[in-house]
């Protein structure tokens, strides 16, 4: 009987732990308010098969650059 409960735990903890398959890594040493380096940046991105999903200002005002590769994601903010 505990061995069909152990199971039965297992099997909740299974489906409620959210696994996400993407890495991601922020980079935040940029300063992507600079043309030039939002530029070089796009450019070596581009080169290495990263594709630019999208730029915004989070809620503190930082310009934000998400790219993203197979399962994995960048993200650039500014420093």
Same mark, same amino acid.
């Given at each position: 009987?505990? /061995?069909?409960? @152990?199971? *039965?735990?297992?099997?909740?903890?299974?489906?409620?732990?959210?696994?996400? *398959?993407?890495?991601?890594? +922020?980079?935040? #040493?940029? #300063?992507? &308010?600079?043309? =030039? +380096?939002?530029?070089?940046?796009? =450019? *070596?991105?581009?080169?290495?098969?990263?594709? @630019? %999903?999208?730029? &915004?200002? #989070? =809620? /503190? %005002?930082? @310009? +934000?650059?998400?790219?993203? /590769?197979?399962?994995?994601?960048?993200? &650039?903010?500014? %420093?």
């Amino acid at each position: 009987m505990k /061995k069909l409960q @152990l199971l *039965a735990l297992a099997l909740g903890l299974l489906f409620t732990i959210d696994m996400k *398959a993407n890495d991601v890594t +922020v980079n935040s #040493n940029l #300063n992507l &308010y600079n043309p =030039d +380096v939002r530029k070089c940046l796009l =450019d *070596a991105s581009k080169s290495e098969g990263w594709e @630019l %999903k999208s730029v &915004y200002l #989070n =809620d /503190k %005002k930082e @310009l +934000v650059m998400v790219f993203d /590769k197979d399962n994995k994601t960048r993200v &650039y903010k500014t %420093k």
